[in-house]
Each structure stands twice: as C-alpha cells, then as structure tokens.
C-alpha cells in the first residue's frame, strides 16, 4: 500500500492539490502549519479522504525531535515515520503540482517490482535553478539580436521571480526531487533525510541512497523513452516570488556547498567550505554568467529592460559571500549521522506510541 504525501503552508495550494490526486488515491500523509491544520482538516473531510494529518511541530517535544525539525529535511522525516507507523510506501508530491499521468499507480508498479527509491520528474515548470541562469542569458541574447522588447520584459520577468520557460517534454538529467519522489517502506524504514534549512534534502537523499540502500537504490531512467513510459510524471506549476531567482540560487549555492562538506565528512576527509563553496557556485553557473556579461555586456541590456538591480544582484554574487562557516558544515554533517544513528529508535517509538 501507498500513501501520497504532501507538505504545505498553503491551505488554497493544498487543497487545489489533494483534490487532483485524490481522483488516484485516498490514502495521503498531510503535514502542515498550526495556522492552517484546522482548515486542511475540514478540506480532508470534506474530499472524505483516509489521511494521517499532522502538523510541522507536532513531534517538537518528542526525544527524537531533531529529526523532524531545521525545515524541509525534518518535515519529510515526518510523512517517513508516519508511513512507517502505518505500514505503507511514500510518495511525496509537492502541493504546486498536478498528476500528469497516472503517477500513483506507477510508483505502485515500480514498488511491486523492489525499486527503492523513484525519481519521478517534472512537466512545465521542470527546470532547476542553474537552468534558469541559461535562461536569462538566453533571453537576453535574443534582445540584442532584435527580439520584440515586451516579450523579453515578460519573460524576465517571470525568471527573475523563480518560474522557468515551460516545457511539455520529460527532463531525464534532472536528479531527485522532493516535489515528485517515491520511498519504498523497506527504504524508508532503513533511511531518512538530513533534517537541514537548505534546500539540499532531496539531492542529498538521492545521491547518498546507494551508501545505505545498495546498488542500484535510485530508480531514474536516463532513456526518455523509458523515463516517459514508466516515471511517475507530474505538472509542476511555480508562483511567481519577487527576487525568488537570486534568494534560490544564495540558499542552494551554500546548501549544494554544505552537502559537498557532508560527503566528505562522511567519507572520512577533511571538510574544505571554500572549496566547496567554489565548486558549488561554478555548478549553478555563475561564472558562466560572468563570461557571458563580459563578452557581450548583458547587464546593459538587462538595465534597458527595467532588470537592472535583478541582474547585478545575481552578478554579486560570489562564493566568499555564500561560503559556510566550517563550523556549520561539520555541525550538519554530525547531525545526518545522528539522524542515521536515530531513526531506527525513532521509527521503534513511533509504533510503541
């Protein structure tokens, strides 16, 4: 059995969001805010759905509260434990999506069939964070070669508020992400997420998998044929959030620069933050940017389109800025493997209680 799971801290999201895949499943796992837990429960009554709700700080005063807390990692921990508890496979659908194919039954499938770990993809709003920095190049290019001013306005627009160039095809190079990710119980029981205020969770999850579950832990396809045949696919519809562009990429640059640091702590190496700050801020493109603006003085173009400060908040960015402190680095690293450490104590209270 399966439960989908989904995370919110918005009531109209949420429910615009359960009502769509409750048309393929009944059972979900509902984590969300005191201020919007009352709301949600008349909303899961009503669609007469079998959920197990709680809410963000519902385990805080518990011993294992360190799991389930720092945000998006601990939140995810608790639709985990919760699955656990009850016995079923997770499924984490983010509430800004929509089932773009029958993408309850497939993560079922591939469950029955001893996947592990399922990386589902993204439709329309697919592309990551890095791959919007190519955007805005692009955008801009096509100014200076005479592209209608409105249309590139437009489209910067959206850009620079964290929403991408809507695309209808499956992105198989994307690697796994928390809004579309299926855990069978076997993993789940077995593995968690690094409880952490950087959005890092998923990735880390993902890329750490093999280490704890075994080869061949991560189902994702790099055939598209194949991606788009099996994969669990879902709409990914994004809100435009003033200056969400350059806050996403200083929150994942150092996010992505804290997992190089646990990775190595976990390897056993010395824990380097301003390499990995460096090798975090050339992965989100950023001196390709640089390049770009030198060559063919796009910030001038930006400033003729009305996106000046936009565009040199993004240029100012640089990896002193959004380094670590190795304190910091360390501190997360010890705490993922107290995490591992824990969770099988936690998950053993969870089904004494």
């Known amino acids: 059995m399966l439960r989908a799971c989904v995370i919110s801290n918005d009531s109209e999201k949420l429910e615009k969001c359960l009502t769509a895949y409750s048309a393929q499943t009944k059972r979900f796992v509902v984590v969300d805010t005191e201020k919007t837990h009352e709301e949600n429960e008349a909303t899961i009554a009503r669609l007469k759905l079998d959920a197990l709700h709680a809410t963000e700080t519902s385990l805080s005063s518990s011993s294992y509260a360190s799991l389930f807390s720092g945000g998006y990692g601990g939140f995810r921990n608790i639709c985990l434990l919760l699955c656990a508890k009850d016995g079923s496979d997770a499924a984490f659908f983010d509430d800004d999506t929509l089932p773009a194919n029958d993408c309850v039954a497939r993560y079922e499938t591939l469950f029955s069939e001893g996947k592990k770990i399922v990386c589902g993809k993204y439709l329309k709003h697919a592309s990551g964070t890095a ?38 095809e499956v992105l198989t190079s994307t690697r796994a992400s928390g809004g579309n990710l299926g855990v069978s119980l076997d993993s789940l029981r077995r593995y968690c997420f690094l409880p952490s205020p950087y959005r890092l969770e998923d990735g880390l999850f993902g890329s750490l998998a093999t280490r704890y579950l075994g080869e061949g832990a991560v189902y994702s396809p790099l055939d598209k044929t194949e991606a788009a ?29 804290l997992a190089y640091c646990v990775v190595a702590k976990l390897d056993g190496k010395p824990v380097d933050v301003q390499t990995a700050a460096s090798v975090a801020y050339e992965e989100y493109l950023l001196p390709y940017l640089a390049q770009k603006n030198e060559q063919h003085s796009l910030s001038k173009t930006a400033a003729e389109l009305g996106f000046a400060d936009e565009f040199n908040a993004i240029i100012s960015i640089k990896p002193e800025k959004i380094t670590p402190s190795e304190d910091e680095a360390v501190s997360l690293a010890s705490s993922f493997v107290a995490a591992r450490r824990a969770w099988h104590s936690a998950l053993e209270w969870a089904s004494r209680s």
């Open 229 to 257: 045949a099996r994969l669990p696919l879902v709409f990914h519809e994004k809100t435009p959030v003033k200056n969400a562009l350059v806050n996403n990429l200083r929150n994942e640059i150092k996010g992505a620069a």
């Open 131 to 168: 791959h919007l920095v190519l955007q805005v190049i692009s955008v801009l290019r096509e100014r200076q070669k005479g592209a209608d001013a409105e249309d590139c306005k437009r489209r910067l627009s959206l850009l620079f508020a964290g929403v991408p160039k809507e695309i209808n």
